[in-house]
Every structure is written in C-alpha cells, then in structure tokens.
C-alpha cells in the first residue's frame, strides 16, 4: 500500500510566479490536511479537506493560497504570487477518518528567488 | 493558539545510551503523537497515545500521555546510530480532533 505522494519534491519560483503542489492520499484515505514547515520550526496546520469540501482552512492565509481536493485526482496547494517568506516544506497527511492518525507524506521543498 | 513547548532542542549522546524527551502544553490535550523527521523526509508516526496515563512501546521506544493531559515524554532505549533525527511531539487539543499542533522538534545525534 503506498503512502502519501507529494510532487514535486523539490519546486523553484520566482518572486510573482505560481506554485502547485500537489498531493496523492493514501489509498481509501479522503481526508487531507496540509501543514507548513519553517526551518528549524515545527509544523504549522494550514488547511483540511475532504473530497470536494474544505472543511477548515484557519491556518491558511487569507490571500494568495487556496486549496482544493477535487473528486477525482490529488489535492493542489496553490500559491499565486510567491515571495521569498513562502519559502519552507509544505507537507500533506491523509487519514482514513476525521479522528484517525495522520500519515504525512515526504514534502515539497519550495524556494521562492 | 495552542502551544507546545518541547525539550531539550537537541542532544548529542553516544551509541547505546538511554535517551529521555518532553513535551508540555499550556492546555488540555486529546491525543499526543511522536514523530520522527529524517532529513529531506515527512514526519513518520513512531507512537500515538490516546488515554490519560497511558504508557506504550514501540520496540526500543517509549512514550506516555501524562496524567494531567497537559505534558508526554519519550524514551528511547539503547539508542543506535539510525536513530538520530528530529523528533517532535503534536497532539490535537479542545473542539479540534483533526488539528495537529507540532512542538519545535529535539534534533538528535547519535556518536557511534
């Protein structure tokens, strides 16, 4: 059973362009939740998300990132108009429930120019 | 928002010795979770503890979900060079049982 996929690993923008970042659950988990690491800081809760809902993006800011879990496919993290404190490791973790333990997946480093 | 404050920051011990980490919370906790981070990786679950007071093993690994719910430790026994790493604790607290609030992470090194 393969675990949590995130691409890309490793992502490099420059200041004022996109990013996506995407995830893939593990298999028969609907439940999403990412998470963004400083260096040298514990993870930070962005956002949660079934299939086709959000269902609390309290930690996500309020302009430039959104997310979505569509029916079909992975999960996008996007973040328009990057800049340089975007850099950090952006995390997924999928659970099969609301209440079970969260599997994370291996990360996408950003480095935003 | 909630906060967990995690020590040591780091340790630098020497292969088979006995290692010992916390994490306490200002506030009550539901679950507390031990990961540990290699670099370059995500977080991979060692331990979860779920009832107050609960103590449980993960072959050389030790964790328990203190009894005012506010604080967990994590033992590590006979430590070997694979362990070193970035161990951090989370739990989720209050109305939330989805949210994880991560502690900073105790950077472990281990000297063969």
């Given at each position: 059973?393969?675990?949590?996929?995130?691409?890309?690993?490793?992502?490099?923008?420059?200041?004022?362009?996109?990013a996506?970042?995407?995830?893939?659950?593990m298999?028969?988990?609907?439940?999403?939740?990412?998470?963004?690491?400083?260096?040298?800081?514990?993870?930070?809760?962005?956002?949660?998300?079934?299939?086709?809902?959000?269902?609390?993006?309290s930690?996500?800011?309020?302009?430039?990132?959104?997310?979505?879990?569509?029916?079909?496919?992975?999960?996008?993290?996007?973040?328009?108009?990057?800049?340089?404190?975007?850099?950090?490791?952006?995390?997924?973790?999928?659970?099969?429930?609301?209440?079970?333990?969260?599997?994370?997946?291996?990360?996408?480093?950003?480095?935003?120019? | 928002g909630?906060q967990?404050?995690?020590?040591?920051?780091?340790?630098?011990?020497?292969?088979?010795?006995?290692?010992?980490?916390?994490?306490?919370s200002?506030?009550?906790?539901?679950?507390?979770?031990?990961?540990?981070?290699?670099?370059?990786?995500?977080?991979?679950?060692?331990?979860?503890?779920y009832?107050?007071?609960?103590?449980?093993?993960?072959?050389?690994?030790?964790?328990?979900?203190?009894?005012?719910?506010?604080?967990?430790?994590?033992?590590?026994?006979?430590?070997?060079?694979?362990?070193v790493?970035?161990?951090?604790?989370?739990?989720?607290s209050?109305?939330?049982?989805?949210?994880?609030?991560?502690?900073?992470?105790?950077?472990?090194?281990?000297?063969?």
């Open positions: 059973n393969a675990g949590v996929m995130q691409n890309p690993r490793h992502l490099v923008r420059r200041r004022g362009q996109e996506r970042l995407r995830c893939s659950p298999k028969g988990h609907s439940h999403v939740y990412w998470y963004r690491q400083l260096p040298e800081e514990g993870l930070k809760f962005m956002v949660y998300l079934q299939k086709e809902n959000i269902i609390d993006e930690g996500m800011p309020k302009e430039r990132f959104s997310a979505e879990f569509p029916k079909e496919g992975p999960s996008i993290l996007r973040i328009q108009q990057v800049v340089r404190g975007d850099s950090a490791a952006y995390f997924c973790a999928s659970s099969p429930r609301q209440q079970e333990t969260q599997y994370f997946g291996p990360g996408t480093r950003l480095l935003v120019l | 909630q967990l404050n995690q020590s040591p920051q780091s340790m630098f011990i020497q292969e088979g010795e006995d290692v010992s980490m916390n994490c306490t200002s506030s009550i906790f539901n679950t507390w979770l031990w990961y540990k981070q290699d670099p370059g990786e995500g977080p991979v679950l060692l331990i979860a503890l009832k107050a007071g609960e103590l449980t093993s993960n072959g050389r690994l030790t964790a328990q979900f203190g009894i005012t719910r506010k604080d967990s430790f994590l033992n590590i026994s006979a430590s070997i060079p694979s362990d790493g970035i161990y951090f604790c989370a739990g989720n209050g109305g939330s049982n989805y949210k994880l609030t991560f502690g900073k992470g105790t950077l472990l090194t281990v000297n063969p």
